[in-house]
Structures are given as C-alpha cells and as structure tokens.
C-alpha cells in the first residue's frame, strides 16, 4: 500500500514541470513550442538566461530529492528506485501539462542525490566531460545517466528488482532522448532534426 502511495505521489511530483509554469509566468509561452520545443532546463537557458534555468533545475533537482528520501524511509533500496521510475515517467507524460513533458535529467540527478551522492556528484564531471568532448548537451546527459546508474546499481546490490529499476530508469531517459541520439546517424536527416537537439 505505501509502495503505490508513494509512486503515485512521485509520479505526480514528476507532473509538475518547472519549465513550463516558469515560461507561462514570465511570457505567457510555451516551452514546447520554442527551440528545442523540450519542457527542461536547457530550453529555458535558450529562452529566459541562467537565472531561470537554474530556479528549474533546482525546482527539479530539490522535488526529487525531497521524494527520494521520503521513499527511503519507508521502502527498500530496490522499491525506492521503482518509485524514482515513476517520478521519471511524470515529468515525461505530466497529467498536469497535456502529457507533453521533459526527458527527466534533472529529476534523475535529484533522485539519485539522496541515494548515491558521490556517483551524482561524479556525474555532473562526466556530463561536463562529454559536453566539452561532443559539443552536444545531451551527449553530456547520457554521460550523466551512466554514471548515476552505476552508483544506483551499487547500492541495489544483486536484487533483481532492484537492478531492473535501474535498466528501467536508464533506458526510459536514453529513449526519451532517441531524436537525439538518430540525429547523429549517417544519412538520417528529419525535416526538424537541428531542432531537437537539447
């Protein structure tokens, strides 16, 4: 019972997209609509300045962690991470927003904050890392994803629902990010692939 308590709150936590109740306040627009036409911290860089992007990222980043200890308190390790997938899939498919979100970065890095600090920690490295090498955002995020999984993995242990959250989490954000990743293979070019890039 606490278990589905707890991923309906995550995933309504998730809902509650910072960047476009951020947007909508300050010029009345869509994110999803603009450059990127992603509802994340990126977006708002482009469109708003620093000042904004990080009220977002940490709006982000603070909600996750917030819902990553209360779930530390009451489940285990692996169930925790079930109700991080569900925090994930919020802020992909937000119930509040049209069911049009963001691709869950700065959610995973809040997630994981409370429960791997060091692989967090270490992953902000990694993501500046493969920035500076590819020149591509989000190349630095599945730098980032890699690296928060490893740490996530880590404290699971060899409990198979625990490393299946992991998969699950990693993969559902690598898929999120599939426009990017196709934007790089020889000879696919989608009328708005150079749009899509975060």
């Known amino acids: 019972m606490m278990f589905a308590?707890?991923?309906l709150i995550a995933y309504a936590a998730g809902s509650f997209n910072a960047s476009i109740l951020?947007?909508?306040v300050k010029t009345k627009k869509d994110p999803r609509t603009l450059f990127s036409k992603n509802a994340g911290t990126t977006n708002v860089y482009r469109i708003l300045g620093l000042k904004w992007a990080g009220l977002v990222?940490?709006?982000d980043v603070g909600k996750a962690f917030l819902i990553s200890a209360a779930a530390s308190r009451f489940l285990s390790v692996p169930e925790v991470l079930w109700v991080g997938f569900f925090l994930?899939?919020?802020?992909?498919?937000?119930c509040f927003h049209g069911f049009k979100g963001g691709k869950g970065v700065a959610h995973f890095i809040?997630?994981?904050l409370f429960l791997t600090p060091l692989f967090t920690a270490l992953s902000l490295a990694g993501w500046c890392a493969g920035y500076l090498f590819f020149r591509l955002p989000f190349a630095g995020s599945m730098v980032l994803v890699a690296i928060i999984g490893m740490g996530l993995a880590r404290i699971s242990g060899p409990d198979f629902v625990g490393i299946a959250g992991v998969i699950v989490c990693m993969g559902f954000i690598v898929l999120n990010h599939r426009?990017?990743?196709l934007a790089l293979v020889p000879g696919y070019h989608p009328m708005d692939a150079s749009k899509k890039n975060e």
């Open 179 to 181: 426009s990017n990743l």
């Open 110 to 112: 809040g997630f994981s």
């Open 57 to 59: 990222l940490m709006t």
């Open 5 to 7: 308590l707890l991923c």
């Open 88 to 94: 994930l899939l919020g802020n992909r498919f937000p």
């Open 22 to 24: 951020v947007l909508q």
